[in-house]
């Protein structure tokens, strides 16, 4: 019997997940996550149903035989509840991922489970955007928080950039807030505390930097790493903006990356962070990243009228 909640929230499987990495780490493990319509297609080629080396076990998510693996490490990932059995063999249930010189564990392909931690393609986007801002961010940032942190890779960008800096990972979502922390350790990035958190409603204070990736779809089954609620999506990314605007500090940056659905030439995101942000004494930019983002979600439900899905960047700073 399979127990979603414990991937990683136990002492065993976190401790099972560090030799992982160890593991991938000595093989000079490296895999770069594409979209799910991509992993799919990738997957059901012919000679894909089964792997054949340590991407197809951890990066593309397929049964493996038994002897790609050390007996060890199958039965310390087993024993920790982060294998299941199949016939002939077992199948991984997280996925590991490389960005930039780290590895980050999140959870394996298909992520259909309502509390699964996503990572892919918006997180690569997500994760230039905030680099580059972190380069341009010349005031001190000594107390930051990403909301709705997922696995981790924004708190933790920022916790290595910033040694000196108070970091918060806040979620709602105790299976991504536990792999948050191993993450973390593994990239020792020991500034990282992960916290639950709905917004920042269950944290104090002010903060430096605010930055979010936040779920941005509307997803039927309503799955809390893609459902943005709201009109189109936007209800979370607008959320976030308006909570950022009460507990910005005096020379404080908000980075909210997000996706909107564009209706006949209209951005209605923009039109209401317009709204929210005019007369407000605070700069603010806005820009596309991306054009056409999730173009399969085009074809029906809510989004069969829109033109496209952008991926966008809105950071907002307050003067000190």
Not at 196 to 216: K, R
Request: hydrophobic fraction near 45%.
């Amino acid at each position: 019997m399979e127990h979603p909640e414990r991937i990683a929230t136990s002492p065993d499987a976190a401790a099972a997940l560090k030799l992982l990495i160890e593991t991938l780490r000595a093989a000079d493990y490296h895999f770069i996550t594409p979209t799910p319509a991509s992993h799919a297609r990738v997957n059901a080629r012919p000679g894909n149903a089964w792997a054949r080396d340590l991407q197809g076990i951890f990066g593309w998510s397929r049964p493996f035989s038994p002897e790609l693996l050390p007996g060890s490490l199958i039965d310390t990932l087993a024993a920790a509840e982060l294998l299941t059995a199949v016939p002939g063999g077992w199948r991984s249930r997280v996925r590991v991922s490389s960005l930039g010189d780290q590895l980050f564990v999140h959870s394996a392909y298909p992520t259909e489970d309502a509390d699964a931690v996503f990572f892919g393609p918006d997180t690569y986007r997500y994760a230039n955007a905030l680099e580059a801002q972190l380069r341009f961010e010349t005031g001190d940032i000594r107390r930051a928080v990403d909301i709705g942190s997922g696995a981790g890779p924004g708190a933790i960008l920022v916790a290595l950039a910033r040694p000196d800096a108070e970091v918060l990972a806040v979620d709602i979502n105790e299976r991504a807030l536990a792999l948050t922390r191993v993450n973390a350790e593994l990239a020792g990035a020991d500034n990282v505390s992960a916290c639950y958190s709905n917004l920042l409603n269950d944290v104090a204070g002010d903060f430096d930097f605010i930055l979010s990736n936040p779920p941005y779809l509307v997803d039927p089954g309503e799955r809390a790493y893609r459902h943005g609620g709201g009109p189109l999506g936007a209800g979370l990314s607008l959320a976030i903006l308006d909570t950022a605007l009460q507990r910005l500090a005096p020379g404080g940056t908000l980075l909210l990356y997000t996706g909107v659905a564009m209706v006949e030439g209209r951005d209605p995101f923009l039109e209401e962070v317009r709204t929210r942000l005019d007369g407000q004494d605070v700069a603010w930019r806005y820009r596309e990243l991306d054009p056409d983002v999730f173009g399969e979600e085009l074809e029906a439900g809510v989004y069969a009228h829109t033109d496209r899905i952008a991926a966008v960047v809105l950071t907002v700073t307050r003067p000190r």
